[in-house]
Antibody, heavy 121, light 112 residues
Framework: QVQLQESGPGLVKPSQTLSLTCTVS??????????WSWIRQPAGKGLEWIGR???????NYNPSLKSRVTISVDTSKNQFSLKLSSVTAADTAVYYC?????????????WGQGTLVTVSS | QSVLTQPPSVSGAPGQRVTISCTGS?????????VHWYQQLPGTAPKLLIY???NRPSGVPDRFSGSKSGTSASLAITGLQAEDEADYYC????????????FGGGTKLTVL
């Protein structure tokens, strides 16, 4: 079955750019009509959807983060990536990647295990 | 402030039935978009629990059920077990500027 794994630096300095990669295994990122998403969760708080990408490269972002977010896909490596610029302490969170099964009425399954990113100098 | 509203906490004794509500608006649940539910055990990633309002993925016990009506949805858990103690989140699609995919704020279930 498909599995997702996040990777990237666990510590980012304020004002810098957070960069994470999600590696998909057990299946091709290009197969099926799936969207690939990033979701984050600050400690002790709820889930926040960051954005999604289709394998064609089409993206949609959370309006509250849109000016700072870029999601890209590398089908040759079976990976998709997140870049979040001008980070502050408020961006400290566990970041999850997940597969979204549809552009409308879709659900997230499976999820990666998550990676903690701390923004601190 | 989450787009979908859930109670912060619910509790119940083993064997009891509990429900968790998820209230939206005319741009998400009320617009006819499906509601999905996730269970997050402590220290782990969320796991899909219910999809398409009332469908259980393979491996999810039938003690878990979901329903939707109007601008709200509910998750019901019967025969409560200690292992059900977790955070539960609802999720739907939103057609307004709130963002395409929206979550509830989460509900902490405590098994007494």
């Amino acid at each position: 079955q498909v599995q997702l794994q996040e990777s990237g630096p666990g510590l980012v300095k304020p004002s810098q750019t957070l960069s994470l990669t999600c590696t998909v295994s057990g299946g091709s990122i290009s197969s099926g009509s799936y969207y690939w998403s990033w979701i984050r969760q600050p400690a002790g708080k709820g889930l926040e959807w960051i954005g999604r990408i289709y394998t064609s490269g089409s993206t949609n972002y959370n309006p509250s983060l849109k000016s700072r977010v870029t999601i890209s896909v590398d089908t040759s490596k079976n990976q998709f990536s997140l870049k979040l610029s001008s980070v502050t302490a408020a961006d400290t969170a566990v970041y999850y990647c997940a597969r979204l099964n549809s552009g409308y009425d879709g659900w997230f399954d499976p999820w990666g295990q998550g990676t903690l990113v701390t923004v601190s100098s | 402030q989450s787009v979908l509203t859930q109670p912060p906490s619910v509790s119940g004794a083993p064997g009891q039935r509990v429900t968790i509500s998820c209230t939206g608006s005319s741009s998400n649940i009320g617009a006819g978009y499906d509601v999905h539910w996730y269970q997050q055990l402590p220290g782990t990633a969320p796991k899909l629990l219910i999809y398409g309002n009332s469908n259980r993925p393979s491996g999810v016990p039938d003690r878990f059920s979901g329903s939707k009506s109007g601008t709200s949805a509910s998750l019901a858990i019967t025969g409560l077990q200690a292992e059900d103690e977790a955070d539960y989140y609802c999720q739907s699609y939103d057609s307004s500027l709130s963002g395409l995919e929206v979550f509830g704020g989460g509900t902490k279930l405590t098994v007494l």
